[in-house]
């Protein structure tokens, strides 16, 4: 579904990521992990044909080469993005902070479309809070928001940027939660990044691992979950 | 008496002034671009409006004229504005600014330096008594235009679906492109809706201040300083920001006529000492 072959990233003359090779299947839950700074972000700008950064090399998604195209058309051939840092919309209504990321275009194929109704029962909290202004909720709140918005343009291909960075445990456990049961119910392809996450990498049919830019372990979820040394390296507590 | 005539006219002129400004804080906010050349728009619509109102009518002029605007608004973003998009907010201030001389210089050459006048339409050409109030029926007129302008804008932003969008694309412009929703295509329109309205600005000033070449010039900083007293992007923000310049400048020769000119610039001061982000902003102009 995705191929990512030789992907150079750059800002300005800086190189921040190396000859990325990544290759996603329809369907699979796979994770992308690495420590601050490793470049994981980067990278899902440079699918989404964000500037910055400038890329080289070729993104292919549903064998359609969709390298630096721009972000509005990349979306709307079925890539979701939920950004770190939340990014809602603080000026407008929760309602239409969700109306934001309905598609225009009706050439969804899916069977099961995410609809407000699926929105506010996976995430109750936007349904009490709907008619308030973005700026009024908390990061937890802001994370389901930004899931949902996004969700609410049925991509194929789901992006999820640290979904749980900053967030309480108890209410990083509930994203993580929610991610796992919108995955159930749609089978949307989705990639995470996260630094690491063990509860979300048993769930995951692939995973990989990026350092100073350059992908440093490829494989399934086990390899990972039995490499104790690269774990402590992920968290940076080895 | 002639205090609240002032005071009337300071309204007229806020009203004037928060339209044209409105098309600035738009662009501003939806394109990152300090557009400068927004000043020509409303010379424009003025030219536009004397070439053709005895021939077409006043009213068809009033729509024609500022129609005639948003398609060199259009131009102007296609050959200009595009340029700068995601660089220096400087260079797009520069190249516009020197896009809006070379532009006041073309229409001297066109339409000649001399100043033209324009006649009141028949419809409100007279006074309006209020006991032993006299009003100038044409300002009323001024006034009940440029809020109609400012209200649909503000209904346009806050009702319709599209609104949403220029709304959230003011907030970040490249959340709302990645959630599938054409930036680009948003840029233009918003630029052509702009030039409409200081367009019809225009028209609604020249028969009061006449129709010259440096009318857009004598607008350029009074609605910049809005936009910042304002709010980037905000509609009331700018709608009171624009009413307290105007009656600063219509009343402050009540209190200091000599001083008056400087006067926005000290209220402009003020309110960006104490609202780094104006008065009703959610983001600085260049966050
Ligand atoms: N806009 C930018 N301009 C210049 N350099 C940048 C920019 N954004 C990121 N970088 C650099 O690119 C490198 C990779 O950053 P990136 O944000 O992709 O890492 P990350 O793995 O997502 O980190 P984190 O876990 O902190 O989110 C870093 O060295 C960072 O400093
Ligand atoms: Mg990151």
């Known amino acids: 579904m995705l191929k990512i072959e030789n992907l150079d990233v750059f800002y300005g003359q800086a190189q921040v990521a190396f000859k990325i090779s990544l290759h996603i299947k329809r369907g699979h839950f796979v994770g992308l992990f690495g420590r601050n700074g490793s470049g994981k972000s980067s990278v ?67 069977d099961r479309l995410f609809s407000y109704a699926d929105a506010y029962r996976f995430f109750p909290k936007l349904y009490e809070m709907r008619d308030k202004l973005g700026s009024q909720m908390s990061g937890g709140e802001q994370q389901m928001l930004t899931i949902a918005r996004t969700m609410m343009g049925n991509p194929s291909l789901l992006l999820l940027d640290e979904p749980t960075e900053g967030l309480a445990p108890n209410i990083a456990r509930d994203v993580m939660k929610m991610i796992l049961e919108i995955r159930k119910n749609f089978n949307t392809t989705t990639i995470v990044v996260e630094q690491f996450s063990e509860t979300l990498l048993k769930h995951m049919d692939y995973c990989y691992v990026m350092e100073m830019g350059e992908i440093i372990f490829t494989g399934e979820p086990r390899l990972l979950l039995d490499d104790e040394g690269l774990q402590r390296r992920l968290l940076g507590v080895g | 008496m002639l205090t609240l005539s002032l005071f009337l006219n300071g309204i007229v002129l806020g009203l004037v002034y928060a339209a044209v400004a409105l098309g600035f804080s738009l662009v501003l906010g939806v394109s990152g671009v300090i557009n400068f050349a927004h000043s020509i728009t409303f010379t424009f619509g003025a030219y536009f409006f004397w070439a053709m109102y005895k021939h077409v009518g006043y009213l068809p002029a009033m729509l024609l004229a500022p129609a005639a ?16 998009y995601g660089q220096d907010p400087l260079f797009g201030l520069l190249i516009t600014l020197g896009f809006a001389m070379g532009m006041e210089e073309l229409i001297r050459m066109v339409f000649g330096p001399a100043t033209h006048n324009v006649d009141a339409p028949s419809f409100a050409n007279g006074v309006i008594i209020f006991g032993n109030f006299l009003y100038s029926q044409y300002r009323l007129f001024i006034a009940l235009v440029a809020a109609i302008m400012v209200a649909a804008v503000w209904l346009f932003t806050e009702k319709s679906r599209y609104g949403t969008v220029v709304k959230a694309g003011m907030f970040n412009s490249e959340m709302v492109g990645a959630l599938g929703h054409d930036l680009y295509k948003m840029r233009i329109w918003i630029l052509v809706l702009g030039s409409f309205i200081a367009g019809l600005a225009g028209i609604l000033a020249a028969p009061i201040w006449s129709v010259k070449s440096g009318m857009g010039s004598s607008i350029l900083m009074p609605s910049f300083l809005i936009v910042l007293m304002g709010g980037l992007g905000s509609i009331p923000g700018t709608l009171v920001a624009g009413l307290m310049v105007g009656i600063t400048l219509s009343m402050g020769v009540l209190v200091a006529p000599r001083f008056v000119d400087i006067m926005p610039y000290i209220l402009m001061g003020l309110i960006v000492y104490f609202w780094p982000r104006g008065l009703m902003g959610q983001q600085n102009i260049i966050e």
């Not at chain 1, 400038?54 to 630096?68: M, Q, S």
């Not at chain 1, 979701?80 to 809602?88: A, H, L, Q």
């Not at chain 2, 259009?74 to 050959?79: A, D, G, N, T």
């Open chain 2, 69 to 84: 605007v948003a398609v060199i608004g259009f131009f102007v973003e296609r050959l200009v504005i595009r340029r700068v």
């Open chain 1, 44 to 110: 899902f700008r440079s699918i989404m044909g964000l500037k910055p950064p400038r890329v080289e090399g070729r993104i292919l998604f549903n064998d359609t080469d969709i390298t630096a195209k721009p972000s509005f058309t990349i979306s709307k051939m079925g890539i979701g993005w939920v950004p770190e840092d939340r990014k809602i919309f603080p000026n407008i209504t929760i309602k239409r902070n969700l109306q934001l990321g309905e598609k225009s275009n009706k050439a969804l194929k899916s």
